[in-house]
């Protein structure tokens, strides 16, 4: 999943009714200083707007900047980037596959050194490092209303890892059926960027279908500028919708979303896949139903599946979601997309559990306020680095940067380095934290919020949080006066 950053201007987008894409990679300082300045953003060569577009408020046009900035800061280390990803990455591979330190050194002196294989089972991203638990937590039966947000961030952090390891820990570990690996195609990228997986398992006598979709990779620049960009499209009565996750999910270039694709396109598109198999499984099981998950990137298009569903008026699968799970979810859309995708889940009485933990970074990308175009919609799961949670309406600190948040922001980071060492004594082994867990929670010290989106603290919070609170909204949680 990645912006756009080339071309904009050439692609059909007769599908929307207003669109605003930003073009960072050739924007010069001059250029990039006169938006400050000027109304006329359409005049800017970076900004593709319709004819005659205006932005009067001085609001928009200095967050449009910081965007543009922060894309291009992106662009220009996403080699670096990427080199010290497949470092860390290496490294503890190249060990794992040689038996550790010391039968490493062996096999080097005796020439029977072992490569890593980045597609076998026992290959692990730099997600993979950062949390290597497998197995579902044994303490947390189908009747408790942790269950399903429990197995559905294992499955979000699993989708970070091959279609091998992501199947060994479905069939081995979770004791599940693992149906499909999604790797799809994305128009405007012409690359596969989209990943995923589809498993099945049971919630009491009921089989449950989870649908995952992969998240930001912490090394992969694009993904990053991803959450901070800010173009969009506006789709007929859904709203404004972030234009990187429209094409990550299946957008076409020429045709925007039809409701069918051409039988004869050879390239999958996510929506479509992920679609149809839904429909041949529970065409076999009409008493199933099916859960959307992700962290990041992926908890973005999780949201957006079952609006892009309703679209199409696929009234017979949405009345078989379960429910949208997400966590560490960016913004997706503007107000109106908002109620739109509320009153979807709402009529077919499907759940939506929007996990935030503490200083998290990315539930509070693309930038909200008054006159923004991206909003958050329904409750906020809240939970503290305690792992205390509560039901908000919005996460506290909701736009990251805050003078007055910053002190405890940083002090919270301190916390959370000295907790990695005792959470093992506190909770048990299970809760150990990896040398690279640990190596982002010193990196925290220097930017608060950015360990705080990982994995880890979201499969904690689901295993340690209070079960009552899985089931309350922000409505019963201000009415029985809970904290």
Known sequence: MATEITGPKTCDKSFCEDHLLLSPKDVGLWDLTKLLFSKNIGNRKFIDVPDGTTEESWTRRIV?????????????????????????????????????????????????MVLPNSESPDYSTSIGLWDIRRDLDSKI???????????????????YENEAYIKETVE?????????????????EEDSTTQGFMWSGKKGDTELIGVCFR????????DWSSDVDLSWYELPSIGKVHAGFLKALGLQKSQGWPNDIQSDNPKLYAYYVIRQKLKQRLANNPYAKFLVTGHSLGAALSVLFPAILAYHNENDLLSKLEGV??????????HKFGEYTKEVLRTHGSRYLRFVYCNDLVPRVPFDSSDA???????????????????????????????LAIIPMFANAFWELLRSFIMYY???PEYTETYTCRGWRVFGLLIAGLPAHGPPDYINLTRLGSPELFLMSSTDQSSNGVN
């Open 64 to 112: 449009i900047f910081i965007s543009i900035v922060a894309q291009k800061a992106l662009h220009l280390g996403s080699k670096p980037l990427s080199w010290l990803g497949s470092a860390v990455e290496f490294m503890p591979n190249f060990m794992a596959a040689n038996g550790g330190f010391f039968k490493l050194v062996s096999n080097i002196l005796s020439g029977k």
């Open 141 to 159: 039966k189908h009747d408790d209303p942790r269950y399903t947000s429990a197995l559905a961030i294992m499955a979000a952090k699993c989708a």
């Open 172 to 188: 081995k570990h979770w004791e599940m059926e693992f149906l499909e690996f999604i790797d799809c195609w994305n128009d405007y």
């Open 215 to 222: 998240g930001t990779s912490p090394f992969n620049a694009k």
């Open 325 to 334: 799970y997400t966590f560490g979810q960016p913004r997706v859309g503007d």
């Open 373 to 403: 175009y991206f909003k958050h919609f329904g409750d906020c799961h809240y939970y503290n680095s305690f792992y205390k949670g509560q039901v908000l309406p919005e996460e506290p600190n909701k736009n990251y940067f805050s003078i």
């Open 426 to 428: 506190q909770n048990g």
